[in-house]
T-cell receptor, first 112, second 114 residues
Framework: GDSVTQMEGPVTLSEEAFLTINCTYT??????LFWYVQYPGEGLQLLLK???ADDKGSNKGFEATYRKETTSFHLEKGSVQVSDSAVYFC???????????WGAGTKLIIKP | EPEVTQTPSHQVTQMGQEVILRCVPI?????FYWYRQILGQKVEFLVS????????KSEIFDDQFSVERPDGSNFTLKIRSTKLEDSAMYFC????????????FGDGTRLSIL
């Protein structure tokens, strides 16, 4: 079935470091892809999305490009801040149904 | 910015009791969802709801569970005869005019079954 695999955390970086969180997917069709973020004590917030191959989603300095050839949607940010510390979830949505399919989440810790 | 609100934020219930989790979706959204996250596990889909009926449900969503939109604003998840393994964070979400639009989530209800 359809699935999402994320790199295991926690990922610990220093402030201003470059961030990559890997996400790959398995899907029978052409999903839409999402990154959600969960800050401590809060809910799931949509960070960015891409709906077709080669689309780039971006928000708050984060970017991810929908790569059909590698079935990937890696999250990147050029210079992280302490306030980016959170859990990041990659998810996919198929056209044919309603449910988001989630990765396990990657905890990001940014040290000053 | 419009948001999804969930109440209560934390619910503690004795095993075997019924519990109702409440959600107010974003006002012009048409699609509604419940997900849950057991501690340390992935977020799991439970059910989606559109036009006053269930549009999709997972294997988790058995006869113990039901959803309802009792009025124009609330969307509820009822769990009858709760079990210890129902302890989880429950998230409500809504999306706009078509089901492939991004889903927006509430802050969740932490359900603890004793």
């Amino acid at each position: 079935g359809d699935s999402v695999t994320q790199m295991e955390g926690p990922v610990t970086l220093s402030e201003e470091a470059f961030l990559t969180i890997n996400c790959t997917y398995t899907a029978t069709g052409y999903p839409s892809l999402f990154w959600y973020v969960q800050y401590p004590g809060e809910g799931l917030q949509l960070l960015l999305k891409a709906t077709k191959a080669d689309d780039k989603g971006s928000n708050k300095g984060f970017e991810a490009t929908y790569r059909k050839e590698t079935t990937s949607f890696h999250l990147e940010k050029g210079s992280v801040q302490v306030s980016d510390s959170a859990v990041y979830f990659c998810a996919l949505l198929m056209d044919s149904n309603y449910q988001l399919i989630w990765g396990a989440g990657t905890k990001l810790i940014i040290k000053p | 910015e419009p948001e999804v609100t969930q109440t209560p934020s934390h619910q503690v219930t004795q095993m075997g009791q019924e519990v109702i989790l409440r959600c107010v979706p974003i006002s012009n959204h048409l699609y509604f969802y419940w997900y849950r996250q057991i501690l340390g596990q992935k977020v799991e889909f439970l059910v989606s709801f559109y036009n006053n009926e269930i549009s999709e449900k997972s294997e988790i969503f058995d006869d113990q569970f039901s959803v309802e939109r009792p009025d124009g604003s609330n969307f509820t998840l009822k769990i009858r005869s709760t079990k210890l393994e129902d302890s989880a964070m429950y998230f409500c979400a809504s999306s706009g005019q078509t089901h492939d639009q991004p889903q927006h989530f509430g802050d969740g209800t932490r359900l603890s079954i004793l």
